[in-house]
Structure formats: C-alpha cells, structure tokens
C-alpha cells in the first residue's frame, strides 16, 4: 500500500475535513486520515504522488467553494493583497 503525507499549509480545518470527507467517498480503494498539521493518504492502486495531486484538487475545490459562499470573503481577501 503507498502512502503520501501532505502538510496542510494553513488550509482551514473545515475545508480540509470536506476534502478528505470527499476524497474517502468519491475515490474507491483511498484510506484519508486528517490530523492537525497534515492529511495522510493511502491506496494500493495509485503511487504517492498521484495521492498528492488528488489531494491538492480536493483540497482547492473545497477552498474554491468556501470562498464563493462567502463573497465579503472575496472582496476582503483582494483588499489585503
């Protein structure tokens, strides 16, 4: 079985918990444990690399949807840029 360990890298709790709610449902055969600093992916079907991709996809699909909920969140977020 492979196994990729992602860091979070700041992304919120609640969109990293959807993602890796989303990852275990939507792709058979994925095992996805959510700690406090990273997300720990397994499978014996893909290799560690295609595990962080797909992670990374979920994860900003998620963050794309937080965002688009939230249009004060948008218009802040360019503010401060």
Do not use: C
Not at 51 to 56: A, V
């Amino acid at each position: 079985m492979t196994q990729a360990i992602v860091d979070l890298e700041g992304a919120s709790k609640s969109s990293a918990t959807l993602a890796a709610t989303w990852m275990g449902r939507f792709y058979p055969g994925i095992e996805v444990e959510l700690g406090q600093q990273s997300v720990t992916i397994r499978s014996a079907y893909h290799g560690a690399q295609q595990l962080g991709r797909m992670w990374r996809a979920a994860l900003l699909n998620e963050q794309l949807l937080e965002s688009s909920a939230n249009p004060r969140h948008s218009i802040l977020e360019a503010l401060l840029k």
